[in-house]
T-cell receptor, first 109, second 114 residues
Framework: DQQVKQNSPSLSVQEGRISILNCDYTNSMFDYFLWYKKYPAEGPTFLISISSIKDKNEDGRFTVFLNKSAKHLSLHIVPSQPGDSAVYFCAAKAGKSTFGDGTTLTVKP | SAVISQKPSRDICQRGTSLTIQCQVDSQVTMMFWYRQQPGQSLTLIATANQGSEATYESGFVIDKFPISRPNLTFSTLTVSNMSPEDSSIYLC???????????FGPGTRLTVT
């Protein structure tokens, strides 16, 4: 049973437009959510996080939204840049972290 | 933040052999985590390594297959034993930040078993 799901394996957007990456979870015990970015041949790097007591967290071009009733979170990147092209993983914590399968974002110039 | 290095960065091994992966952190940490990422899949936690105690393994992973050492607060090794092609994966070492919940990852070890 996969507790954290990223249903879109890939996403392609034009430079300057908004990228929206989605993540769904099933375990209501998750109390902290994180997004990581991974470039080829590198380990994942932390991007942004949100506590379950909040519904939005913003850091520059990156905003994470949390809808607890729907058990859904999303990452918005505005404006998207070619350097944002990477694999994005969402993770949810209830003690240890559980990761989604990742979404490959391609930002076209 | 923490800077993590791993050795080797990649290796090609024959089935039945074993490979030991090293993980070095630039600061002292209590817990170190070992993950596996199979092609096209998520990061799966193999085990948590605490200094001075036995590693804690996740469901589906056993010590005989993935023995872990944690001799001090900055270093750990993961051995993949009696390898089969199904062990072909990226293996990642990770630590968690002290004050927040974000994790830092090493660059990974890409293992191919033939």
């Amino acid at each position: 049973d996969q507790q954290v799901k990223q249903n879109s394996p890939s996403l392609s957007v034009q430079e300057g437009r908004i990228s929206i990456l989605n993540c769904d979870y099933t375990n209501s015990m998750f109390d902290y959510f994180l997004w990581y970015k991974k470039y080829p041949a590198e380990g994942p790097t932390f991007l942004i996080s949100i506590s379950s007591i909040k519904d939005k967290n913003e850091d520059g071009r990156f905003t994470v939204f949390l809808n607890k009733s729907a058990k859904h979170l999303s990452l918005h990147i505005v404006p998207s840049q070619p350097g944002d092209s990477a694999v994005y993983f969402c993770a949810a914590k209830a003690g240890k972290s559980t990761f989604g399968d990742g979404t490959t974002l391609t930002v076209k110039p | 933040s923490a800077v993590i290095s791993q050795k080797p960065s990649r290796d090609i091994c024959q089935r039945g052999t074993s490979l030991t992966i090293q993980c070095q952190v630039d600061s002292q940490v209590t817990m170190m985590f070992w993950y596996r990422q199979q092609p096209g899949q998520s990061l799966t936690l193999i085990a948590t390594a605490n200094q001075g105690s036995e590693a804690t393994y996740e469901s589906g992973f056993v010590i005989d297959k993935f023995p872990i050492s944690r001799p001090n607060l900055t270093f750990s090794t993961l051995t993949v034993s009696n390898m089969s092609p199904e062990d072909s994966s990226i293996y990642l070492c990770s630590v968690e930040s002290g004050g927040t919940y974000e994790q830092y990852f090493g660059p990974g070890t890409r293992l191919t078993v033939t």
